[in-house]
């Protein structure tokens, strides 16, 4: 059974940072690509950020120059870094793994922006 389990959220000042990490049961070399989305209340889930198994790395306009997506293999983690927050950014952040053709989510951990 694949489980991604997302930590590391929690409540910053806007200009503050905050790092998350995505932990799964089992090599995460086995994903063709790991994504990082994020769900605000009343509003789609997006794409914020994703890492590809061969190092492609992509990010939304948004978070472009704020937010670093990596990995750790010997971990089986991947990690969002997330810096100069946006109280635009207060969101539920959740991890995905592509397993083609499954798509596997974490539970997802609250991001909060407020002073």
């Known amino acids: 059974q694949v489980q991604l389990v997302e930590s590391g959220g929690g409540l910053v000042q806007p200009g503050g940072s905050l790092r998350l990490s995505c932990a799964a049961s089992?090599?995460?070399?086995?994903?063709?690509?790991m994504g990082w989305y994020r769900q605000a209340p009343g509003k789609q889930r997006e794409l914020v950020a994703s890492i590809s198994s061969g190092g492609e790395i992509n990010y939304a306009d948004s978070v472009k120059g704020r937010f670093t997506t990596s990995r750790d293999n010997a971990k089986n983690t991947v990690f969002l870094q997330m810096n100069s927050l946006k109280p635009e950014d207060t969101a539920v952040y959740y991890c995905?793994?592509?397993?083609?053709?499954?798509?596997?989510w974490g539970q997802g951990t609250q991001v909060t922006v407020s002073s």
């Open positions: 089992g090599s995460i070399l086995r994903f063709y690509v």
């Open positions: 995905k793994g592509r397993m083609p053709p499954y798509n596997y």
